[in-house]
Structure formats: C-alpha cells, structure tokens
C-alpha cells in the first residue's frame, strides 16, 4: 500500500516535470556592478540568502555567467526585467 502510494505520486512528478518547462535567469558578467550590488540585488529580486548570493557573484566573476534563478518563464519574467532596471546583465533561457 505504501510503495503503491509511492509509485502514483512518483509517477505524477515525472508527467509535471516532463510537461512543464522550466527556465532559467542567467546572470552575465559586467564592468560596471560592484560585488555588493550584485549580491544585495540577488538577495531581493531573487529571494538568494547571503551565502547563496555570493557565491552567484562570484561564479559570474570567474566565469562569466551563472543561472540564479529557475522556475517558468511567467514567474522570472518580471524578476528579470527588475535585474535589468537595476542594471545588471541577464537574459531569461
């Protein structure tokens, strides 16, 4: 009963997964943002506690780029935009 149970509700997370889309918010690298900035930004806009938002910082440093934000595109939509009027570099993939 309890493995039945198991395997519907297994079975329902891989049909959602399989028919809905995730996307993601990548961040890019810039001349112009400071640490800071970028780490407040990722903490409000993207709800990253302070651990989380540094790390991002740093990865866009190093390497460029970095998703820091998934879900659909409806929800990032609107989070995206704001990065971008804060000033930051991003795209939704």
């Known amino acids: 009963m309890i493995l039945s149970n198991y395997t519907e509700t297994a ?3 891989e049909i959602k997964s399989k028919t809905q889309k995730l996307n993601c918010i990548i961040l890019f690298n810039d001349d112009v943002n400071t640490f800071e900035w970028v780490i407040e930004c990722l903490m409000l806009y993207c709800q990253h506690d302070a651990i989380q938002a540094e790390q991002c910082a740093t990865i866009v440093h190093y390497n460029g780029k970095c998703e820091v934000k998934t879900g659909s595109l409806k929800a990032l939509k609107p ?3 704001t990065l971008l009027e804060k000033g930051l570099s991003a795209a939704i993939n």
């Open 11 to 13: 079975e329902r997370i």
């Open 79 to 81: 989070i995206c935009e």
